[in-house]
T-cell receptor
Framework: GDSVTQMEGPVTLSEEAFLTINCTYTATGYPSLFWYVQYPGEGLQLLLKATKADDKGSNKGFEATYRKETTSFHLEKGSVQVSDSAVYFCALTSGSARQLTFGSGTQLTVLP | ETGVTQTPRHLVMGMTNKKSLKCEQHLGHNAMYWYKQSAKKPLELMFVYNFKEQTENNSVPSRFSPECPNSSHLFLHLHTLQPEDSALYLC??????????????FGPGTRLLVL
């Protein structure tokens, strides 16, 4: 079945550092890929998405590129802020399933 | 994000109580979902409704009973829960155009504690 593997957290960075959160997937067919973010005490918010190979999703300075050859969708940001502290989830949908398959989440803490 | 609202935001209940969680989406979507988020575990899909019809039930115990009276509202009725049911319950909605890859939008969740 489908699966998503994220890098283990927690990740702690200083403000203005470069961020990479790795995400790889296993899926049938051609999945759509998503990054969701969950701020403390809140639900999930869609951060960005990509629906086909080589697409780049971007939002709020975050980027991720759909790499079919490496089955990856790594999240990057060039300069993180304290306000980026949250849990980040990689997810996918594929085939006829309406179910989102989530990774386990990566806790990011950005220190001033 | 105010497109999907959930009430209550927090709920404490005993194992013999009956309570209901409510979700409302203001996005004009035709599909709605219940997810469970427990500590240290990936999000788990519980139920899917499409055009008010339940299309998926991921082996959820019968003490959880969903209800979808229309495309904008979704309920989760709870009775005789167990302490291990304590979790964050998230509602989501999407526009199902048959391609099944549509984006899901989430509500803020209901934090449930079962004593």
């Amino acid at each position: 079945g489908d699966s998503v593997t994220q890098m283990e957290g927690p990740v702690t960075l200083s403000e203005e550092a470069f961020l990479t959160i790795n995400c790889t997937y296993t899926a049938t067919g051609y999945p759509s890929l998503f990054w969701y973010v969950q701020y403390p005490g809140e639900g999930l918010q869609l951060l960005l998405k990509a629906t086909k190979a080589d697409d780049k999703g971007s939002n709020k300075g975050f980027e991720a590129t759909y790499r079919k050859e490496t089955t990856s969708f790594h999240l990057e940001k060039g300069s993180v802020q304290v306000s980026d502290s949250a849990v980040y989830f990689c997810a996918l949908t594929s085939g006829s399933a309406r179910q989102l398959t989530f990774g386990s989440g990566t806790q990011l803490t950005v220190l001033p | 994000e105010t497109g999907v609202t959930q009430t209550p935001r927090h709920l404490v209940m005993g194992m013999t109580n009956k309570k209901s969680l409510k979700c409302e989406q203001h996005l004009g979507h035709n599909a709605m979902y219940w997810y469970k988020q427990s500590a240290k575990k990936p999000l788990e899909l519980m139920f899917v409704y499409n055009f008010k019809e339940q299309t998926e039930n991921n082996s959820v115990p019968s003490r959880f009973s969903p209800e979808c009276p229309n495309s904008s509202h979704l309920f989760l009725h709870l009775h005789t829960l167990q302490p291990e049911d304590s979790a964050l319950y998230l509602c989501a909605s999407s526009q199902d155009d048959g391609r099944a890859k549509e984006t899901q939008y989430f509500g803020p969740g209901t934090r449930l504690l079962v004593l």
